[in-house]
Nanobody
Framework: QVQLVESGGGSVQAGGSLRLSCVVS????????MAWFRQVPGKEREGVAG????????YYTDSVKGRFTISQDNAKNTLYLQMNSLKPEDTAMYYC?????????????????????WGQGTQVTVSS
């Protein structure tokens, strides 16, 4: 089993920055993929950034490229999402996700269905 606990959300003005953290516990050695997702009420969950923990390759949805950075600290068993130049449209509940499978047929890093473990979420609100 793997447990994920997010923190770091809050309220910020447009143009500001936040860093989200996701502490991973349990069978952490088994994790292959990790990602950050976000969801606004009434809308589909969106993959924001993904990380292959084995080769450290990273992926971003187009709307956050150049502004967000996903990273991991293996010593602290923590996944981060550094968010700069925040915009009101970044307002959402942000979730950390993890999975132990290298590949899931038909699913890519931004598909929520390919992840087995989820955190409880942390709210990010960006005001204009």
């Amino acid at each position: 089993q793997v447990q994920l606990v997010e923190s770091g959300g809050g309220s910020v003005q447009a143009g500001g920055s936040l860093r989200l953290s996701c502490v991973v516990s349990g069978y952490t050695y088994s994790i292959w993929w990790m990602a950050w997702f976000r969801q606004v009420p009434g809308k589909e969950r969106e993959g924001v950034a993904g990380l292959n923990t084995v080769d450290s390759s990273v992926y971003y949805t187009d709307s956050v490229k150049g502004r967000f950075t996903i990273s991991q600290d293996n010593a602290k068993n923590t996944l981060y999402l550094q968010m700069n130049s925040l915009k009101p449209e970044d307002t959402a509940m942000y979730y950390c996700a993890a999975d132990y499978r290298r590949n899931v047929l038909g699913y890519y890093w931004y598909h929520g269905a390919r992840y087995t473990y989820w955190g409880q979420g942390t709210q990010v609100t960006v005001s204009s």
